[in-house]
């Protein structure tokens, strides 16, 4: 079969590899019918998250059940369904406390409590490297898809593969991201982060009757899309403390109720900020966190979607604790929302296929990854067809 497969940073190629197989007895083999290229990816092409051996790419996918293992109880041969990106077992603590991303069965060689740098990870992940279980993703023709029981959700004939592929992944972190402020309505949420997680977080806030919702962003293409998609107001970033301040004159000195992190530790970075970096044998910047913790009010939350795969030093601790503020962090329990977002969807509540911007063959991988990290072409969103020649 054809599939993108990580060979190192920047290099990411169409290659001919071979065909899963069924290897428990509740595992479904599924025929990919569309898959698309997330933000996180880019940590592993960008070499922040670490990968030493090929493995097949891709978390955000959906399809066509090809082969179901003798285990299997809810799904058969011929459904259509769309698959959350972390991989739990649905039977231990965590997911029966609706935190499949802390799943304990799922990723065997790295799991542990620690939450460490390199070990002691949480469960597994589609194609998201070997310390999240080094499962082969779904930037594939065909994928297996291990606890199927639990994971995979049917897909009504009334909607189309890209209006429904978002329910993978960005649309549920989005979401989660204004759920864990526990809004009631009237609010003002601040997002950083233009993207397509920043989009779908303001689309959010939006279910949640904020009064107010900011994003901010370096580039000015990516505010006005997500602008014309969610009626939002914009902060181009020049510098944060210029942010801070426009943000805080928006809501009478105060800050935002809610600050939404949707970038994580890889966002553009001039040469100082990279030297300080490496002064500090760090992998990124905490500089969008530091601007939400500042631009956030007093008693306020400040969600973290955005990936942080490494410590930090000078991490403004006392700041948090002066402002009381409250943080959530973590990638989002899409088992237990999905089906809530399925119906948003499927009811008209809220679009999802709008932030796509190219729509490529999985044969023109690299050019979709090149697009996206380097922000060529007004790329917001790449969708890719295995099927397309």
């Known amino acids: 079969m054809k599939a993108a497969v990580f060979h190192s940073p920047g290099k990411i190629t169409c290659d001919i590899v071979e065909d899963p197989k069924i290897q428990e007895p509740t595992d479904v083999?599924?025929?990919?019918?569309?898959?698309?290229?997330?933000?996180?990816?880019?940590?592993?092409?960008?070499?922040?998250?670490?990968?030493?051996?090929?493995?097949?790419?891709?978390?955000?996918?959906?399809?066509?059940v090809e082969d179901i293992g003798n285990g299997i109880t809810n799904l058969k041969v011929g459904d259509r369904v769309v698959v959350p990106f972390p991989i739990a077992c649905g039977h231990c603590f965590f997911c029966e406390h609706e935190?499949?991303?802390?799943?304990?069965?799922s990723n065997p060689e790295n799991y542990g409590p620690e939450g460490g740098l390199l070990t002691e990870k949480g469960g597994g992940m589609f194609g998201y490297s070997d310390l999240y279980g080094g499962y082969?993703?779904?930037?594939?023709?065909?994928?297996?898809?291990?606890?199927?029981?639990?994971?995979?959700?049917?897909?009504?004939?009334?909607?189309?593969?890209?209006?429904?592929?978002?329910?993978?992944?960005?649309?549920?972190?989005?979401?989660?991201?204004v759920m864990w402020g526990d809004l009631k309505g009237g609010e003002t949420v601040a997002i950083f982060g233009a993207g397509p997680v920043g989009t779908m977080a303001a689309k959010s806030a939006k279910l949640y009757n904020a009064k107010k919702v900011i994003v901010v962003d370096t580039l000015q293409y990516r505010l006005d899309q997500v602008k014309n998609l969610t009626g939002c107001e914009t902060i181009l970033w020049k510098s944060a403390k210029d942010v801070v301040e426009q943000i805080r004159e928006l809501t009478d000195g105060r800050g935002a109720d809610l600050c939404i992190d949707a970038v994580g530790f890889e966002p553009d970075r001039n040469i100082i900020?990279?030297?300080?970096?490496?002064?500090?044998?760090?992998?990124?910047?905490?500089?969008?966190?530091?601007?939400?913790?500042?631009a956030a009010r007093r008693g306020g939350t400040v969600s973290i979607l955005g990936v942080y795969a490494t410590p930090f030093d000078n991490f403004n601790l006392g700041q948090i604790f002066d402002k009381g503020l409250i943080i959530k962090a973590g990638q989002s329990p899409v088992h237990a929302i999905i089906d809530k977002l399925m119906n948003y969807v499927e009811t008209g509540r809220v679009t999802l296929d709008d932030?796509?911007?190219?729509?490529?063959?999985?044969?023109?991988?690299?050019?979709?990854?090149?697009?996206?990290?380097?922000?060529k072409d007004g790329c917001v969103k790449v969708v890719l067809d295995p099927w397309k020649s």
């Open 29 to 64: 083999i599924l025929k990919v019918t569309s898959t698309a290229i997330c933000g996180s990816d880019l940590h592993m092409y960008s070499g922040g998250i670490p990968q030493p051996d090929p493995i097949v790419m891709g978390h955000e996918f959906m399809g066509i």
């Open 99 to 105: 935190l499949p991303g802390g799943c304990e069965n």
């Open 136 to 177: 082969n993703g779904g930037q594939a023709q065909y994928v297996r898809v291990p606890y199927a029981n639990f994971g995979p959700r049917k897909v009504p004939d009334s909607l189309s593969d890209e209006q429904a592929l978002f329910l993978t992944d960005i649309f549920p972190t989005g979401y989660t991201g």
């Open 273 to 294: 900020d990279r030297a300080k970096a490496i002064i500090n044998f760090e992998k990124g910047s905490t500089k969008v966190l530091d601007a939400c913790l500042s």
């Open 355 to 375: 932030v796509i911007t190219h729509r490529l063959s999985l044969d023109e991988v690299s050019k979709g990854y090149e697009i996206f990290d380097e922000k």
